[in-house]
């Protein structure tokens, strides 16, 4: 996913692998390897970073006005470099440590309920934990009828089952080694807490379309706070694409490995135009389209 990205005349390259190696991560030779290599949260997570904030510099080259930024779970690190809130080399090391300290935690799992809505999903998770079941908690708000949740082994089972029960069409285990964004992430909140109060966080240039809440916010202890309670507290990406939107946007761009989010956007906002960058020849061809248009 990182093919052409490595290139150390690439400006964010070099500050991003040196960070990295800094935390003791050889990101070079993880990104050589396979998706087993790179499928461990830890490493995953500072491989998607890097993956991203290169991609985003070459965007921020193109004639293209930013008026908002926003970033899936990890992804929000990569959307604070795009908005200046955060270096590329102090976001690496942030997220070297994120994805260490999640890691550590391997309790439970995550489910992605397809063709749910989310007050059936809050309602089967209620009724668990209500029941003593354990603790489940709806995880992503990723799009309509698409709701992951997250919890304890035994109580994220019985909470997919009552979905089911209820009309769901499909459950799907996520191939992830905790259940992330929920209270059980409490110890790794913590443990990441005092790195991230450390980080030299600067208010953003534009709004931050942030994961907790979907405010656009731009003041740095704003962005402190909400980073701080974004492991243990739901991914609400309905309504970071919905505050996108009403800044005005004319296209929602996609940068990273892959469309999953485009794809997301296009059930969210369906009459707002999407593009995806996994390349540096999709960032050039962006551009280039842009340019074509007159911004």
């Known amino acids: 996913m990182a093919a052409g990205l490595l290139d150390a005349s690439l400006p964010a390259v070099a500050p991003l692998l040196d960070a990295a190696s800094a935390r003791g991560l050889d990101l070079p030779a993880v990104l050589a390897g396979d998706d087993d290599a790179l499928r461990p949260t830890d490493?995953?997570?500072?491989?998607?970073?890097?993956?991203?904030c290169v991609l985003a510099a070459q965007v921020a080259a193109a004639p293209v006005e930013v008026v908002g930024v926003a970033g899936h779970s990890v992804g929000e690190y990569a959307a604070l470099v795009a908005a200046g809130a955060l270096d590329g080399a102090e976001a690496m090391g942030l997220v070297v440590e994120r994805g260490r300290a999640m890691a550590a935690m391997r309790q439970g799992g995550m489910a992605a309920l397809l063709g749910a809505e989310l007050a059936v999903a809050e309602e089967v998770c209620a009724a668990v934990v209500q029941s003593g079941g354990g603790t489940v908690v709806v995880a992503n708000v990723n799009?309509?009828?698409?709701?992951?949740?997250?919890?304890?082994?035994?109580?994220?089972?019985?909470?997919?089952?009552?979905?089911k029960a209820r009309g769901v069409r499909r459950a799907m285990p996520l191939n992830v080694s905790?259940?992330?964004h929920s209270p059980l992430m409490q110890?790794?909140?913590?443990?990441?807490?005092?790195?991230?109060?450390?980080?030299?966080?600067?208010?953003?240039?534009?709004?931050?379309a942030c994961n907790v809440d979907g405010a656009a916010v731009r003041d740095a202890a704003g962005l402190r706070s909400r980073l701080r309670r974004q492991l243990t507290a739901?991914?609400?990406?309905?309504?970071?694409?919905?505050?996108?939107v009403g800044l005005g946007v004319d296209a929602l761009v996609e940068v990273g490995p892959g469309s999953v989010l485009s794809a997301l956007a296009r059930r969210i906002a369906p009459g707002v135009a999407t593009a995806s960058v996994s390349t540096l020849d999709d960032a050039q061809a962006l551009g280039e389209r842009i340019g074509a248009a007159g911004g």
């Open 187 to 208: 110890p790794a909140a913590e443990r990441f807490g005092s790195l991230l109060d450390a980080a030299a966080l600067r208010d953003a240039r534009v709004p931050v």
């Open 143 to 163: 799009a309509p009828g698409q709701v992951v949740l997250s919890g304890s082994t035994e109580a994220l089972a019985a909470a997919v089952e009552a979905a």
């Open 43 to 52: 490493v995953a997570q500072p491989a998607l970073l890097f993956v991203e």
């Open 234 to 244: 739901p991914v609400r990406w309905v309504e970071c694409v919905q505050t996108l």
């Open 178 to 180: 905790g259940a992330f």
